[in-house]
């Protein structure tokens, strides 16, 4: 396990994610485990060590909104939701285009992303070029984690870790957007705030 002391050394990330490498970083809400979101490879390290559902897709990261446009199919309710609150604690679940590999979203034709408030990962991410999967970094059905050491101690298969806290133990809102506005997962942006922004 590689330890890093920031999101600074860029290269040295970039070039560990693009050879497979397995990434827990902290986020603007809980703990994240890493993989680049086309290495099939990588995907299926991640979830051996999460110890998550093999058939379970794993969320999304992007740098910005032109990015998300590049992998999902975005209404125009969808893009008014991310310009009001991305980068934040908000997944969007929307339909994946069809130029992104079946495997990433296991077969699903959606998939949830979001742009965290969290400098240091958006750069990371301009740096790489593409989005990351990211998803709590912790072992499936246990608590989100919020603190490197226990990360660290949880999850010892992984190829890398940046040693600061997140921010947060509170994970994200999930709205699935695909048909209306449906909460999924409550988190610290309210359906009330979504519906307000649409003018509902």
């Given at each position: 396990?590689k330890?890093?002391?920031?999101?600074?050394?860029l290269?040295?990330?970039?070039?560990?994610?693009e050879k497979?490498?397995v990434?827990a970083?902290?986020?603007?809400?809980?703990?994240g485990?890493?993989?680049?979101?086309?290495?099939?490879?990588a995907?299926?390290?991640?979830?051996?060590?999460?110890?998550?559902?093999?058939h379970?897709?794993?969320?999304?990261?992007?740098?910005?909104i032109?990015?998300?446009?590049?992998?999902?199919?975005m209404?125009?309710?969808?893009?008014?939701?991310?310009?009001?609150?991305?980068?934040?604690?908000?997944?969007?679940i929307?339909?994946?285009?069809s130029?992104?590999?079946?495997?990433?979203?296991?077969?699903?034709?959606?998939?949830?992303?979001?742009?965290?408030?969290?400098?240091?990962?958006?750069?990371l991410?301009?740096?790489?070029?593409?989005?990351?999967?990211?998803?709590?970094?912790?072992?499936?059905?246990?608590?989100?984690?919020?603190?490197?050491?226990?990360?660290?101690?949880s999850l010892?298969?992984?190829?890398?870790?940046?040693?600061?806290?997140?921010?947060?133990?509170?994970?994200?809102?999930?709205?699935?957007?695909?048909?209306?506005?449906?909460?999924?997962?409550?988190?610290?942006?309210?359906?009330?705030?979504?519906?307000?922004?649409?003018?509902?």
């Amino acid at each position: 396990m590689k330890k890093y002391n920031s999101f600074n050394d860029l290269p040295s990330l970039k070039e560990a994610f693009e050879k497979g490498g397995v990434i827990a970083f902290p986020t603007d809400t809980v703990f994240g485990l890493a993989c680049i979101y086309d290495d099939e490879k990588a995907i299926e390290k991640l979830k051996a060590i999460k110890k998550r559902d093999a058939h379970k897709p794993l969320p999304m990261m992007c740098a910005n909104i032109s990015m998300m446009k590049e992998v999902a199919i975005m209404s125009s309710e969808a893009i008014k939701v991310a310009d009001s609150f991305f980068p934040g604690p908000l997944t969007l679940i929307l339909k994946r285009r069809s130029e992104v590999p079946s495997f990433v979203t296991n077969g699903f034709a959606t998939i949830g992303i979001r742009i965290p408030n969290h400098e240091g990962i958006l750069k990371l991410i301009e740096y790489i070029g593409k989005p990351l999967l990211v998803t709590s970094a912790n072992i499936s059905n246990e608590p989100a984690l919020k603190y490197y050491k226990d990360v660290e101690n949880s999850l010892k298969e992984i190829d890398g870790i940046i040693e600061m806290d997140a921010e947060s133990e509170l994970a994200s809102t999930i709205v699935d957007m695909t048909d209306g506005i449906k909460i999924l997962r409550k988190g610290l942006i309210k359906e009330e705030d979504i519906k307000r922004v649409l003018g509902r």
